[in-house]
């Protein structure tokens, strides 16, 4: 009887840790991908603002697909936080802030058009793009992280 007590408390456990790594493992390719798509629809948008010949209205709609893409990543940014480890939180907070940088520029340049109606502003450009760059370090660290909690990175 107490044999079969812990190879149920075992069994338990087993699906616990199951259950833990598919929640980890959606939470993380989640945020992968949304970083991905935010990043994708920040670098469209830039291309967008660049064009000296873009309406403001171009650029809105362009601007809109961040906002799209921020929200998605916000909400897998809270996925992970809630799916945990720590080491994982504090990564994804740092590629969140790194991101959120990011978008802060992009946003007061998208402001500047809507505000003047023309595109371009090359003062926007150089922020902008070391801000791409920036974010890479936190990226990188968050997919190693969620590597290591996974276990996959042996």
């Known amino acids: 009887m ?13 699906e616990l ?3 833990r790594y598919g929640i980890r493992q959606a939470a993380y390719n989640a945020c992968i991908a949304s970083t991905k798509q935010l990043s994708s629809a920040w670098r469209a948008a830039a291309h ?11 650029c ?10 921020w929200a998605q990543f916000s909400s897998a940014v809270a996925s992970v936080a809630v799916a945990g480890p720590q080491e994982a939180v ?14 802060w520029i992009g946003t007061s340049w998208f402001q500047e058009i809507k505000r003047s109606g023309l595109g371009c502003y090359e003062e926007f450009d150089a ?11 936190p990226e990188r660290a968050f997919q190693e992280t ?3 909690a996974l276990g996959t990175d042996r």
């Open 17 to 19: 840790e199951r259950w």
């Open 48 to 58: 967008q603002f660049r064009d000296q010949a873009s309406t403001p209205a171009e």
């Open 90 to 103: 504090d990564a994804v907070d740092q590629l969140r802030e790194a991101m959120r940088e990011w978008d």
């Open 2 to 14: 107490i044999g079969q007590s812990r190879q149920q408390q075992q069994q338990q456990l087993s």
């Open 60 to 69: 809105q709609v362009c601007f809109d697909a961040t906002l799209t893409a």
């Open 146 to 148: 969620a590597r290591r």
């Open 127 to 137: 922020p902008f793009t070391a801000a791409i760059v920036a974010k890479q370090v």
